[in-house]
């Protein structure tokens, strides 16, 4: 019982701080000193409204969402893509389908989002070219960079290039593949790219060379700083398990 008193005042001390940092103090310290219910108040009308407007706040607010009603996202964005039928209420809805693995679906509204002023559009191309390759769909992905690349010459993106190269070495063109994951390595950032061309020589039997790659991989991990470590830390696992494998 103490335990709880003392959790109780240290919430009503904290709420009060709160208050008075906000210049708040009255009428709230009134209301703050009712016992359970002050504190649990003045969290869910001072508060959280304030962590909402923050950036972690928005993230935390968002996760709770999900967690509570995983399926509102997918709905709102449905509702919306229906009520007013845009190109970006369609991609929306297809990007929320994809995450899904809803490739199907996905495709169709990228498709019809790839209308009027928009049938060129570099971005929609892309996206469709990333669920394309994730449906395993590698000629069909290759047909929509070649009309990205046809229709938008001044266009770049790295991913764009390594989906490209993916779809290549998913149609075994083997030559053309590995034209593409040389040029990508030597540039794209990250260590993703570096590690699907080993890998892809490690398919083909040239294995020394592949052991070579992947563990210049993880050795050049281990220089990375931290935060770069961090972000390329599955590839670097994908690596090490290749390597050792």
Not at 2 to 10: F, S
């Amino acid at each position: 019982m103490p335990i709880l008193i003392l959790v109780e005042v240290l919430l009503q001390a904290g709420c009060v701080y709160h208050a008075s940092q906000k210049g708040t103090v009255y009428p709230w310290i009134f209301i703050i000193m009712i016992p359970g219910f002050g504190p649990a108040a003045y969290f869910l009308f001072e508060i959280l409204p304030d962590l909402a407007q923050t950036r972690g706040g928005q993230k935390v607010a968002t996760d709770l969402r999900t967690v509570l009603d995983p399926e509102r996202e997918f709905r709102e964005r449905k509702a919306a893509a229906e009520l007013a039928s845009t190109p970006a209420t369609k991609a929306a809805f297809a990007e929320e389908c994809a995450r899904r693995g809803m490739h199907d679906e996905a495709i169709a509204m990228y498709r019809s989002a790839l209308s009027g002023q928009y049938c060129d559009d570099p971005h929609l191309l892309l996206a469709l070219a990333k669920v394309q390759i994730a449906q395993g769909d590698h000629s069909g992905c290759q047909q929509t960079l070649d009309r990205l690349r046809d229709r938008n010459p001044d266009f770049r993106s790295d991913d764009g290039h390594l989906i490209y190269a993916r779809a290549l070495e998913g149609q075994n063109k083997e030559v053309d593949a590995l034209k593409e994951y040389e040029a990508l390595v030597g540039y794209y950032p990250g260590l993703e790219a570096r590690v699907r061309h080993a890998l892809y020589l490690q398919k083909l039997g040239r294995v020394d060379e592949a052991r070579v790659r992947l563990q210049a991989v993880i050795d050049d991990h281990r220089r990375m700083p931290k935060f770069s470590q961090d972000l390329n830390r599955d590839w670097a696992n994908v690596a090490r398990r290749n390597l050792e494998g």
